[in-house]
């Protein structure tokens, strides 16, 4: 099992730039593959950004593509999330997930563990 809190989050202007953190405790951490989901106000959460348990192979939802990178430290059971050129409708809680069944397939990670989340709000 592994437990996960997020770190990170705030008030940012549009176009410009926050690095999530997502700390997690466990010993199979490096195992999983890992991702970031959002949920926006009055809307479902949704799966932004995976990589596999090696860091190799990475996957990112279009509407974050080429502005968000998603990176694991395994050795410091870390995942990061920098997030460049932030627009207002990236506003959302942001929560970091572990998958112990999806570890290659970073498109596939799904969340059985999931950290408290983190608020970020963009403002125009």
């Known amino acids: 099992q592994v437990q996960l809190v997020e770190s990170g989050g705030g008030l940012v202007q549009a176009g410009g730039s926050l690095r999530l953190s997502c700390a997690a405790s466990g010993r199979t951490f490096s195992s999983y593959g890992m991702g970031w989901f959002r949920q926006g106000p009055g809307k479902e959460r949704e799966f932004v950004a995976g990589?596999?348990?090696?860091?190799?192979?990475?996957y990112y939802v279009d509407s974050v593509k080429g502005r968000f990178t998603i990176s694991r430290d395994n050795a410091k059971k870390m995942v990061y999330l920098q997030m460049n050129s932030l627009k207002p409708e990236d506003t959302a809680v942001y929560y970091c997930?572990?998958?112990?069944?999806?570890?290659?397939?970073?498109?596939?990670?799904?969340?059985?563990?999931w950290g408290q989340g983190t608020q970020v709000t963009v403002s125009s």
């Open positions: 997930a572990a998958d112990p069944r999806h570890t290659t397939q970073a498109m596939s990670v799904t969340g059985e563990y």
């Open positions: 990589i596999s348990w090696s860091g190799s192979n990475t």
